[in-house]
């Protein structure tokens, strides 16, 4: 007896409890929602959010035409560049170029006063510029003011590889002068003497050198050099980011990028086949430790929460891409080495650009879509803005 007046004790505590559970939770949902909708106006904001959904991942009608790519350094970034270059030729597309130098500041950030000395779009364009695909600092309102309408494209890469290449392709170490010495006799690692005290020989640096080797990435995103320690400003700076930029590529995942990319502007996978451009000579690299890549991502903590955040972004773009990534990314690389059998002759190469690239070579009998797939921004630069140039002489 004493067993069931126990049991229904426990089962009464039991059921109150729920009770008085449940008039909580009503009591919460009637302070947080005091009007309950009817079933029918819920039924509406579930279709509404459906159609926003379905209209997001749509399938687009067109490729867009209207880029803006911030070209970041040793990046992968002359790669994309030449990328848009050649979409843009094939396609009749004017560009924002200087008239005469390779780009309009490495320092200041675009605005419009620069297309003073910019070389004029193609008559065709009706006086309106297409892309933007060069090195120059961003400012969002003041490309808006010149190209309309656009696609916003940038692409960043790991500061421990991104300051390791940098490093080395401006040959840091013999322009560096406490660092030259070491750098000459082979005595100690120029990187590392670099990293016991950057401070000290950075300062000792001239601008056009300083300006690379220290938060070059989110620079070029708008943060200034004062505010690279200030963690206010470079969050604020990573927030505007991403409200303005479509999308963030990430160096060490290019092939995967270039998938995001495609279907961003609606383009096709032969649109954003490649060859590697700018590649580093094997004599300006510098071998890499833990302690080394501790070091660098001090020394470029702005770089590190930028890139910490994009790539976080980057995966969340990937799986809305869908369950057909995997099998678009396996057709791209099947595409890419078809372009390398055609193309190149892989056990060839010329060292340019005063040493610091290894240029592969085409093969003898390389025809023209291959000797334009080899185009790097510099060629494509040059290219482009002869045909603009020439296309409006003609036409006046």
Not at 82 to 94: F, K, P, T
Not at 144 to 173: D, L
Not at 190 to 214: A, C, G, I, T
Not at 311 to 335: H, I, P
């Amino acid at each position: 007896m004493g067993k069931c007046t126990n049991v229904r004790l426990v089962v009464n505590v039991y059921f109150m409890l729920t009770f008085v559970g449940l008039i909580i939770t009503v009591m919460y949902i009637s302070e947080t929602m005091p009007v309950i909708e009817s079933f029918p106006t819920f039924l509406r904001k579930i279709q509404a959010y459906r159609d926003i959904f379905a209209v997001k991942h749509a399938p687009c009608k067109e490729p867009k035409t209207k880029i803006v790519f911030l070209k970041t350094y040793k990046t992968a970034s002359t790669t994309v560049s030449a990328m848009l270059m050649r979409y843009g030729y094939y396609h009749n597309l004017s560009f924002v170029l200087p008239l005469k130098s390779p780009v309009f500041s490495r320092v200041k950030p675009f605005n419009r006063n620069m297309m003073k000395e910019a070389v004029p779009p193609l008559p065709s364009s009706n006086g309106t510029y297409d892309v933007h695909a060069i090195h120059v600092p961003f400012n969002k309102s003041e490309f808006a003011a010149v190209i309309h309408n656009a696609t916003y494209v940038t692409i960043i890469r790991h500061p421990v590889s991104q300051f390791e290449s940098t490093f080395g392709f401006y040959k840091a170490a013999t322009r560096i002068k406490s660092l030259r010495k070491d750098s000459m006799n082979g005595s100690r690692d120029p990187l590392s003497v670099f990293l016991m005290d950057p401070k000290r020989h950075y300062n000792s640096l001239r601008e056009n050198l300083k300006v690379v080797l220290r938060n070059r990435q989110i620079f070029d995103f708008g943060l200034k050099a004062k505010d690279f320690d200030n963690d206010t400003r470079v969050g604020q700076i990573i927030d505007a980011a991403a409200k303005e930029f479509d999308l963030v590529m990430i160096s060490e995942y290019f092939d995967e990028s270039l998938l995001l990319l495609r279907r961003l502007l609606c383009w096709k996978f032969d649109d954003i086949l490649y060859i590697l451009q700018n590649k580093r000579s094997g004599k300006l690299r510098f071998s890499l430790d833990a302690w080394k890549s501790k070091q660098i991502l001090e020394w470029n903590k702005a770089d590190y929460k930028l890139y910490k955040h994009f790539n976080a972004t980057f995966w969340r773009k990937v799986a809305e891409y869908g369950s057909g990534f995997q099998d678009d990314l396996r057709k791209l690389r099947r595409m890419l080495d078809d372009i390398r059998s055609d193309c190149l002759d892989v056990g060839r190469h010329k060292i340019a650009y005063q040493h610091r690239r290894n240029v592969t070579m085409l093969k003898k009998n390389a025809t023209s879509y291959c000797k334009i797939m080899n185009w790097d921004a510099d060629v494509g630069t040059a290219v482009l803005r002869k045909r603009q140039m020439k296309n409006n002489s003609s036409s006046s």
